[in-house]
């Protein structure tokens, strides 16, 4: 990702988005895109779509549109998506399980290539992916210079986990469970927050169905 991009965090969520229907797009045959038509398609407005679209530098065509295949390339290569990201899971049940089982990460230069867990199943197998104790997990990070893991274990050891992830060489940790991890600065944290998801839409149904919004923010219109 190049370091002269300046980019909000809602922004950067939108991206995946973009590159969802822009794939779309192009599959069906289209070589332009125009922002009002990107806006209509995600719930956006035009000005957010520029904005967004100037982070990967890629320059629309005046009364033509955005490139639809640069568009595309623009955004795998700054979200780094152009080269498969190999990553280790811990905690292999409940959600661990379905991300193992979840096909999907390949379109976004995710690979899971190991999983571990303080209980393995007798074949050493989860969904095609091999499941190692975690005693073994440090010697893995070093031997195949893995810096990017998924954490999915009990909340109550999702601390201590982490702390032993970090000290086995890992610079980024997406954070399934709900605890709050107090690493050093250094390391990249991004916690998954479904309760507070389901809490935006269980409130906005309820609005829906019971009467005005009491959610101002414009930032929950749409795609976020």
């Not at 905690?91 to 661990?96: A, H, V």
């Amino acid at each position: 990702m190049p370091a002269s991009k300046v980019y909000t965090i809602p922004a950067l969520k939108r991206l995946p988005v973009y590159l969802h229907h822009l794939r779309a797009l192009h599959a069906a045959g289209e070589d332009y895109v125009a922002s009002p038509a990107l806006a209509r398609a995600l719930r956006l407005d035009s000005v957010t779509v520029r904005k967004d679209l100037e982070i990967i530098g890629v320059a629309g065509l005046t009364g033509v549109g955005y490139p639809v295949e640069k568009l595309i390339d623009g955004i795998e290569t700054f979200l780094g998506w152009k080269n498969s990201s190999e990553a280790f899971l811990a905690g292999t049940s409940g959600i661990g399980n379905a991300l193992l089982g979840f096909q999907g990460f390949s379109a976004y230069g995710l690979k899971i290539i190991a999983a571990f867990d303080r209980d393995p199943p007798e074949d050493g197998m989860i969904h095609g992916v091999p499941v190692f104790p975690f005693s073994e997990f440090r010697h893995l990070t070093e031997r195949l210079k893995i810096r990017l893991a998924i954490l999915c274990v009990e909340e109550e050891d999702a601390q201590h986990v982490a702390e032993q992830m970090v000290e086995a060489g890992i610079l980024a940790i997406w954070n399934f469970t709900r605890r709050t991890l107090h690493l050093p600065s250094g390391i990249i944290t991004q916690q998954v927050n479904l309760a507070g998801d389901l809490a935006v839409l269980s409130v906005r149904l309820a609005e829906r169905l019971h009467g005005a919004s009491r959610i101002p923010d414009p930032d929950l219109k749409g795609v976020k």
